[in-house]
């Protein structure tokens, strides 16, 4: 079983994990006909992909900082859904939530912001009481476009919106330290404002991989992308940049929709990419 917990200096890194979710081929990689999946069937579960939902909790610079919060709770009407599972991991996993700082989104799509708030009556609580919440002011204009909103970022009325009124809400630029330790990485494409989180510590370093990728597959296939990049093509070429630094400086990646919990890095071998889990 791999390591839920990895050092990255005197960084802490915890994987945790909502759930999952599998989709059809040609569902969320439409452009993609199925034949050129043959040589991957190795990454795929019954010919479906299977996306882990994970979170990965920063223990940095004496803060507590959640990374992404899964889907949110699993409707009464999809009782066999495979995730709404985060709150049970934190108790799993010996976690408070209220031991959280800071909340950062590395884009607003609705499996990254799912746990954020709790309903109370007509009202919203925030999940994690004690933080405050990060994500991209582009984010947050595209999720209120009416033309964009209700197919991109269906929750967000009801996991993004209210954390205005509730006074939450923190705006983080590209490459901002967020820590000591930590520094947003822009990386537009999948969404207009998506961001990686690059840890640097005692001289190590490792990158919270967001949704630069949802797929070891797409480390030799870069260009493939789903139905989720907003972007096509700034997807790609945000995808091959971050793919090529990731592997020549050789960070350790985390990767939240890889096979939880999602660590590892890029090699190259017989000349083509692939990735290592640890
Ligand atoms: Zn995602």
């Known amino acids: 079983m791999a390591t839920n917990v990895i050092r990255v200096g005197r960084v802490e890194i915890l994987a945790l994990s909502d759930g999952s979710l599998e989709f059809d081929l040609c569902n969320f990689f439409p452009t993609i006909p199925e ?16 996306f882990n939902l994970g979170s990965y909790l920063i223990r940095s610079d004496g803060k507590t900082i959640l990374v992404d919060t899964g889907l949110g709770p699993r409707p009464a009407d999809a009782p066999d859904a495979q995730w709404g599972q985060l709150l049970h991991d934190f108790q799993a996993k010996g976690v408070r939530l209220e031991e959280v700082d800071m909340v950062v989104m590395t884009h607003l ?15 919203y609580v925030p999940t994690f009481p004690n933080a405050r919440y990060w994500m991209s002011r582009k984010d ?15 929750n967000a009325p009801t996991c993004v919106w209210p954390l205005e009124e509730l006074g939450l809400i923190e705006f983080m630029r590209p490459e901002q330290s967020l820590t000591r330790d930590l520094t947003t990485v822009p990386t ?15 001289g190590e370093r490792a990158l919270v991989l967001g949704d630069a990728a949802h797929s070891p597959v797409q480390l030799q296939e870069p260009d493939w992308v789903s139905r989720a990049d907003m972007d096509p093509d700034l997807t790609r070429q945000t995808r091959k940049a971050l793919i090529e630094r990731l592997e020549r400086e050789q960070i350790l990646v985390a990767a939240g929709h890889f096979e939880a919990p999602g660590f590892g890095r890029i090699v190259r071998l017989d000349g083509r990419r692939y990735w290592r889990g640890l």
């Open 140 to 154: 947050w204009e595209a999720c209120h476009q009416p033309d964009v909103q209700p197919a991109r970022f269906p």
């Open 188 to 202: 537009p494409g999948h969404t207009p404002g998506h961001m990686c989180l690059l840890i640097t510590s005692g």
């Open 35 to 50: 034949e050129q999946w043959q040589p991957y069937e190795a990454h795929l579960h019954e010919h479906r992909v299977r």
């Open 109 to 123: 799509h609705r499996d990254h912001v799912g746990w954020n708030l709790t309903p109370r009556g007509t009202k």
